[in-house]
């Protein structure tokens, strides 16, 4: 359950990190109010899964994911551009998210 509680974790600060771009400088409240659940959200699940998976494993892949996907929002959702540096980092993040998952022996109690 603790991996579940991190998945959403991850998808709602993404949700709420992405919405920051449309508040507009915090001036339209429907995505002031996302950001603020999706927080939130976040926060207390990722509180959650601290329960049985080590800080450290459970905030490097939170923020690696984050990260990830955040650049991936960008690119689909607000047409930035990616060159294949940033595809290199992403592919680099995610591997080491996969490594520190698979092979880490302080992943969960």
């Not at 992405?18 to 002031?32: E, M, N, Q, V, Y």
């Not at 998976?53 to 991936?72: F, H, N, Q, R």
């Not at 607000?78 to 080491?96: E, T």
């Amino acid at each position: 359950m603790q991996w579940l509680y991190l998945a959403i974790a991850i998808v709602s600060e993404v949700i709420a990190t992405s919405a920051l771009k449309a508040t507009d400088g915090f001036t339209r409240w429907s995505p002031i109010l996302l950001v603020i659940v999706g927080y939130m959200l976040a926060f207390y699940l990722l509180s959650l899964s601290l329960r049985s998976i080590d800080l450290g494993v459970a905030y490097a892949i939170w923020s690696g994911v984050g990260v990830a996907l955040i650049v991936l929002v960008g690119w689909v959702i607000y047409r930035q551009p990616l060159n294949m540096a940033s595809f290199i980092g992403i592919a680099l993040i995610v591997s080491g998210v996969i490594v520190l998952h698979l092979f880490s022996k302080s992943t969960a109690h």
